[in-house]
């Protein structure tokens, strides 16, 4: 059985900035959450923050800006 490794640092700029574009095109959170799953991430909610996973095999890749969501 494989464990994903917590990855609590920023994200990779190139995925924040598909992130934030696909939010700019949505006009609500779950339409958001459906458009980045087309890209293969999803987002994970752990207490205040949220943390943004890739689908695929469900590893973190990083913590999501305040403002973003």
């Not at 992130?19 to 205040?48: D, N, Q």
Request: charged share 25%.
């Amino acid at each position: 059985m494989a464990h994903a490794m917590i990855h609590t640092g920023a994200l990779d700029l190139a995925v924040l900035e598909v992130l934030t574009a696909e939010r700019k095109k949505a006009l609500s959170a779950r339409e958001w959450k459906f458009r980045i799953a087309g890209f293969g991430y999803g987002i994970k909610e752990e207490g205040e923050q949220r943390i943004v996973t890739q689908l695929r095999n469900g590893s973190e890749l990083g913590v999501l800006p305040a403002g973003i969501c």
